[in-house]
């Protein structure tokens, strides 16, 4: 037998090809704007085109008279209607001990409007064509008011106010971590490094855009909504509880497939509870689906901070003290998760891979005239290693040492853990040495200096950058998460049946659009109960079908999810032993299973897993006394901590000096991610990760119009998407070390490419340019940008 | 206006207003929900198809304007093999990982049908340039572009034989 096979050929850590592929190449996907209902109407949003506005009357005559219109509903009928705002999911507590500003989010706008793309009206018609002409001649009498996009504006004195019951367009104040204990170490430092930086506001841009069908059926009081979630059951309560009072058991909320998330689908939008609302309404189907433009304006948007940092460090280059304040822009309204992401999963963040003692952190979140803001893949993890990862190259710079050579002085060593930071996490594993080690190996950093020369000589500048992180996901432990201002438990849950004939369905609370969980999970089944994954399907996305589940974001799919599958599968192992037990009257201690078959141990007395399956439903010879007939079982699973993979990025690029343009020229990952399932399907996460933060390093950008509040990049057309020549091939790999709570060692890999590439590829810009003085460079570092850097740092210092 | 068309192989009669593009009446008229929608722009290349053996995203063109075409979609992809199995580009496709939520693929794999019909021996840095009108926010492109090299390849193979 060749050992470096698994025992299982589908079981864990084999690269089988995945399960779903073959509708999707076939054109046989089933997404939500695909679909169609028995007298389906369409339905299509009147927006606002002012950032900030009061509203007036809203004129719907004009509309309702155009052929084939079913109802022009506003924010009016809304509120007549009893219908609910909607809700955050997370409450956080500001550093004087008041709770976070939480002003209403109507679902369609009510007296104000507060963000250009804000919805005041919803036009219902028997065809698209019809909502759209309607949706032009619907009049709103706007009174339009100055606006503010930016943080830094929105705070000051001066500012237009968005919400009256938050002055000076507070959220919250928040902080974490021993102010005093930093401040002292600052008092007593040797040398300050300082960094103040612009995390760029992000547009996650799923290439599916978001839609939604809702249906009524007065004949079982039910309603369904089909929607591009990543978090059914959690839409179901949100939404059923909350906005349309719909009990739960009367209420179906379905995600099909879903054409990529990246958090822009893990909110409760207003969209699906006015869609549902409208067709309860009429009682006919209705169907909206966003156009790009539209998806722009109104799906949420990610990072967007102003923050200040300062490290503490001895003479020798130690790290003493790390000192924070950002401003994080929330946006008009607050997203489901939208005040969580810049505080809890952002400070906690800040000890990097570094043994840095003290840490404070303040956050001030602002709401501002812009779309909300909310998690997008990484969620504050992503801006906490580009502040870190950044500030560490500063320090280097500043006492003259080498990148490599601080980080290592600093790095928490493999023999170290567990490791309590001083900013509430304890990492429970992780070598960040071994991956440093073995990216620079690979990336040959010990040979750049021989192609920076060979670039000099062709008149290119060449630059190198490493950002060495650490995430925390697997979101989360329901007891921290609530005690930090979450209003809902983080566990997942798992269902496996088992069909008399010992085939397999696993019904999971998460949701794959992308990830490859009918491949990852049916490899974990496989595994377990040893049944190739021919015979196992995976189910999700149907509340009607699935227990519960609070869905896919947070790398939280298989280190939460896939340990409730396990736990649910050791469930099943230990009724089948006990079946098993009597059959071969034997004690069920003395009952193993392994590789598919029940045996008593040390005797050639077996009974396959289909045998036991089939007993279990035609219970001849079973223990009916103690035991219930069926095979299926279910398991919760609440995470006792957050996961913490992390590794190493090197990027290396070349900036053209007459132009300013960047091109990436290598770029090497080595990330510890725990146990592998699969891993072919991990490398693809890392691609995909690491291109879209590539693209928040050198391209994307949703830039507002300070004056007019406008989106200027609004389609992709003026939002640069990272496109198939923007990159060289990347070489990513692992170097694992096993998770120590999750019972298959898995960490999770969703979000470590856009955490850890921003910083490595703005450190290699920033090296590139350092003989022009240059020490940091926002991003995007578009041409335009770094021309102008390099125009200002090659101009004569003026006279003192 | 009428229309009369070939479409996957066979011949479609409909009717659809003048102004109706080609993607809406591939999937409203006919049912055909393979080709997708991912902009409103014509830059994300979710909704090529072939007409008559070339790459078009059908969003950027009115259905009338393919009346007596020869129209191919991803559906009917595969039986232009002859048989059930995949189309070999599909099939590099599965085997190289080169899809991921599946919304950009349908698109994809046709752009990469046409482009390694007179490709059959690209480059990555070819490959790279060639995918420059279709997005795709999942893969990172890494494994799309390993999938239409191999994808051409087999296409190819035993061509010359
Ligand atoms: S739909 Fe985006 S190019 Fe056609
Ligand atoms: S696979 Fe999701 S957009 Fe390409």
């Known amino acids: 037998m060749l050992d470096n096979l698994p025992a299982n050929p589908t079981g864990i850590g084999a690269s089988i090809l995945r399960k779903e592929d073959r509708r999707f190449l076939t054109g046989r996907g089933n997404y939500v704007a695909d679909l169609k209902r028995p007298g389906m109407t369409f339905g299509v949003f009147v927006r606002s085109p002012h950032a900030h506005a009061s509203l007036g009357a809203i004129d719907t005559e004009a509309a309702r008279v155009v052929p084939g219109v079913l109802a022009v509903l506003t924010g009016a009928d809304l509120a007549a209607d009893e219908v609910g705002g909607i809700p955050c999911g997370w409450g956080i507590t500001g550093r004087d001990g008041q709770p976070m500003k939480e002003p209403a989010h109507p679902a369609l706008a009510l007296g104000k409007v507060r963000y250009v793309g804000d919805a005041v009206a919803f036009v219902v018609a028997e065809t698209a064509e019809a909502a759209r002409q309607a949706a032009d001649v619907v009049e709103v009498a706007y009174d339009v ?153 109104s799906d949420a948007h990610g990072r967007d901070h102003v923050t200040e940092a300062e490290m503490a460090l001895d003479e020798t280059g130690k790290f003493l003290a790390l000192r924070v304040s950002t401003l994080a822009n929330m946006g008009g309204y607050l997203s489901t998760f939208g005040p969580n992401i810049p505080t809890n999963l ?56 080498d990148r490599i050579a601080i980080r290592r002085r600093n790095m928490i060593t493999a023999d170290a853990y567990p490791y309590q930071t001083p900013v509430m996490v304890q990492y429970d594993s992780g070598d960040p040495v071994g991956c440093m080690d073995r990216a620079l190996e690979i990336a040959d950093w010990a040979g750049f200096p021989a192609r920076r020369e060979a670039a000099a000589r062709r008149g290119v500048y060449r630059g190198i950058g490493i950002s060495t992180y650490i995430e925390a996901c697997g979101l989360a ?8 201002g979450a209003r809902g438990g983080l566990y997942e849950s798992a269902a496996i049946r088992v069909h008399p004939t010992g085939h397999v369905t696993a019904l999971m609370g998460t949701h794959s659009h992308g990830q490859g969980h009918e491949t990852t999970f049916a490899q974990i089944v496989s595994e377990k109960l040893g049944v190739p994954v021919e015979n196992v399907d995976i189910v999700f996305g149907d509340t009607d079908r699935v227990q519960f589940g609070m869905g896919t974001y947070g790398s939280r799919s298989l280190v939460v999810g896939g340990t409730a599958l396990s736990k649910a599968a050791d469930k099943i192992i230990l009724k089948g032993r006990k079946i098993a ?49 069926g095979l299926e079982e279910q398991a919760f699973y609440d995470p006792v901590n ?159 | 206006m009428d229309l009369m068309l070939e479409v996957n192989g066979q011949t479609v009669r409909a009717s659809a207003p003048d102004e109706t593009l080609l993607v809406d009446f591939l999937r409203d008229t006919l049912g055909l929900t393979g080709t997708h929608v991912g902009c409103d722009t014509s830059q994300c290349g979710a909704c090529v198809v072939h007409v008559d053996g070339r790459a078009v995203k059908s969003c950027t063109m009115l259905a009338a304007s393919a009346d007596g075409s020869r129209v191919l979609t991803i559906e009917g992809l595969a039986a232009t093999t002859g048989g059930n199995d995949l189309h070999p580009m599909q099939r590099a496709f599965h085997e190289n990982h080169g899809l991921q939520c599946g919304f950009c693929t349908p698109g994809m794999v046709m752009t990469a049908v046409a482009y390694a019909a007179d490709h059959a021996a690209p480059d990555e840095a070819d490959v790279r340039a060639a995918l420059e009108g279709n997005l795709c926010r999942c893969t990172g492109y890494q494994n799309i572009v390993a999938s239409v090299i191999a994808g051409a390849a087999a296409m190819h193979a035993g061509k010359e034989a």
């Open chain 1, 642 to 800: 957050f996961t913490y993979p992390g590794g190493a990025h090197i990027a290396e690029v070349e900036i053209d000096r007459e132009t300013g343009s960047v091109r990436l020229v290598s770029y090497v990952a080595v990330d510890d991610v725990g146990t592998v399932i699969n891993p072919m399907i991990v490398a693809g996460q890392l691609h995909g990760g690491i291109v879209q933060g590539v693209g928040q390093a050198l391209c994307e950008n949703a830039a507002y119009d300070e004056g007019s509040g406008q989106l200027v990049a609004g389609s992709f057309m003026d939002y640069c998407m990272p496109r198939a020549d923007m990159m060289p091939r990347m070489h990513v790999e692992t170097h694992n070390t096993r998770c120590s709570h999750t019972d298959l060692g898995t960490k999770g890999c969703g979000e470590m490419g856009t955490i850890g590439s921003p910083a490595a590829v703005t450190n290699a810009i920033v090296n590139a340019l350092s003989g022009l003085g240059i020490t940091h460079v926002d991003m995007p570092a578009s041409p335009n940008r770094i021309w102008r850097v390099m125009q200002t740092a090659q101009l004569p210092q003026a006279a003192e």
């Open chain 1, 581 to 629: 037990a009597h059959q071969m009257e034997a004690a069920i201690d003395d009952v193993v299973f392994e590789g598919g078959t029940f045996r008593v141990a040390g005797t050639d007395r077996t009974r396959s897993f289909e045998e036991i399956s089939l007993s279990a439903y035609v219970p001849a010879d079973f223990p009916l006394e103690i035991l219930e007939p």
């Open chain 1, 346 to 401: 952002y400070a906690p963040l800040l000890a990097g891979v570094y043994t840095t003692p003290a840490i404070h952190c303040e956050v001030k979140c602002v709401f501002t005239n812009t779309v909300p803001v909310d998690a997008y893949r990484g969620a504050g993890r992503p801006e906490a290693t580009f502040v870190l990862e950044r500030l560490v190259d500063v320090c280097a710079a500043e006492l003259g040492m």
């Open chain 1, 477 to 484: 432990p329901s007891r921290i998460a609530i005690r930090l």
């Open chain 1, 145 to 297: 008011l100055p606006s503010v996009v930016n943080v830094l504006d929105a705070v000051r004195p001066d500012a237009p106010v968005l919400f009256d019951e938050a002055p000076g367009n507070l959220c919250c104040d928040w902080e974490m971590g021993d102010r005093a204990a930093v401040d002292a170490a600052f008092a007593g430092a040797a040398h300050v490094a300082r960094l103040s930086l612009v995390n760029n506001r992000l547009v996650g841009n799923p290439m599916e855009p978001r839609a939604a069908v809702a249906e009524y059926d007065p004949a079982g009081d039910r309603t369904t909504l089909w929607t591009t979630s990543q978090f059914p059951h959690v839409v179901r309560l949100l939404m059923g509880n909350f906005v349309l009072k719909i009990p739960q058991h009367k209420l179906r909320v379905v995600a099909p497939d879903v054409g990529g998330g990246f958090g822009v689908k893990q909110f409760h939008y207003a969209e699906e509870a006015v869609v549902t609302w409208a067709a309860r309404r009429l009682g006919r189907a209705v169907k909206w689906v966003c156009e790009r433009s539209e998806g722009f304006i």
